[in-house]
C-alpha cells in the first residue's frame, strides 16, 4: 500500500534529523579520536592533525549544520542570531586550520624537509585559502550594505554553494591525511576503514542539509 504524502514527508524528516544527529557525533568523536591519536604536546607536529581536525570536522560541520531546520541546535535562537554564531565557528575553524598549517610549515622547516610535496599538503593549503576566502565573503551577508549592487538572495546563494566546496576541500584533506605515514602506522584495519568513513558521512549529510536549508529559506521567505 502506498504512503500518504505526510507520512512520507514525516518519514523523510525523521530520517534528515537521525542523519544531522549522526553527524554531530561522527564529527565529534572523529575530532576526538585524532586528539587520543595524536596526544597534542607530544611533539610540534602532534598540534597539526589535532587542530586541522577540529577546524575541519567539529567546527565546520557545526557551523554549516546550524542552519538545518531538522539538525541545528540553536533552534531557539533567531535567523540573525544563528548567522552569527555561523560566523564565529567559521572564524574559529579557520584560526585553527590557520595555526594548525603553520605548525606543519615550522616542523618541516626544523627538519629540513619540502613543502607541498603531497596530495595531501596541496589540498590542506587549498581548503586553508578557501576557508579563509569564505570567511571574507561572509561579511558582506552580515553586513549587506557594504556590497549594495548585489542581490542578497544572490549573495546567500553564491556564499552557501562556496561554504559548500570548502567543505568538501577540507573533508578530502582529511581523508588524505590518514592516507599519510603518521596515520597508517597506528591506525590499520577495520579501524582506519572506520575512521575513513567519518569525513565521508559528515559530508554526505552536510551536502544534503546545506542544500535543502536553502530550499527550506526560499520556501518560507515571501
Avoid: D
Avoid at 106 to 117: D, M, P
Amino acid at each position: 500500500m502506498a504512503l500518504s504524502a505526510e507520512t512520507e514527508s514525516h518519514i523523510y524528516r525523521a530520517l534528515r534529523t537521525a542523519s544531522g544527529a549522526a553527524a554531530h557525533l561522527v564529527a565529534l568523536g572523529f575530532t576526538i579520536f585524532v586528539a587520543v591519536l595524536a596526544r597534542p604536546g607530544s611533539s610540534l607536529f602532534s598540534w597539526h592533525p589535532v587542530l586541522m581536525s577540529l577546524a575541519f570536522s567539529f567546527l565546520m560541520t557545526e557551523a554549516l549544520l546550524v542552519f538545518s531546520p531538522e539538525s541545528s541546535l540553536l533552534h531557539s535562537l533567531s535567523r540573525k542570531g544563528r548567522a552569527r554564531c555561523h560566523w564565529v565557528l567559521q572564524l574559529l575553524a579557520l584560526l585553527c586550520a590557520l595555526l594548525g598549517l603553520g605548525l606543519v610549515i615550522l616542523h618541516k622547516e626544523q627538519l629540513g624537509k619540502a613543502h607541498l610535496v603531497t596530495r595531501h599538503g596541496q589540498a590542506g593549503l587549498l581548503a586553508v585559502l578557501w576557508a579563509g576566502l569564505q570567511c571574507s565573503g561572509g561579511v558582506g551577508l552580515l553586513y549587506p550594505k557594504l556590497l549594495p549592487r548585489w542581490p542578497l538572495a544572490k549573495l546567500k546563494l553564491y556564499h552557501a554553494t562556496s561554504g559548500l566546496v570548502g567543505y568538501l576541500l577540507g573533508s578530502a584533506s582529511l581523508l588524505l591525511g590518514m592516507c599519510s605515514l603518521w596515520f597508517t602506522a597506528s591506525v590499520t584495519g577495520v579501524a582506519w576503514y572506520l575512521a575513513v568513513l567519518c569525513p565521508v558521512l559528515t559530508s554526505l549529510v552536510i551536502m544534503n542539509q546545506v542544500s535543502n536549508a536553502y530550499l527550506y529559506r526560499k520556501r518560507i521567505q515571501p
